[in-house]
């Protein structure tokens, strides 16, 4: 996934848009114990997806 982060061009708009449906997966997630390990994966994903 580091690609998606540092690659400049196609990569920007394949980022911008797979952050709302990552969102959508936490909210849809959230509260359930099954995936507390994983989302913490997604968050750490999501947080450098948005900063790149």
Do not use: I
């Not at 400049?8 to 997630?29: V, Y």
């Not at 359930?32 to 989302?39: A, I, K």
């Amino acid at each position: 996934m580091d690609w998606l982060a540092d690659a400049p061009g196609a990569a920007k708009k394949l980022r911008e848009a797979s952050l709302p449906a990552l969102k959508k997966q936490l909210e849809d997630e959230k509260g359930n114990s099954n995936f507390v390990r994983v989302n913490e994966d997604l968050r750490r994903l999501m947080v450098k997806l948005e900063r790149a």
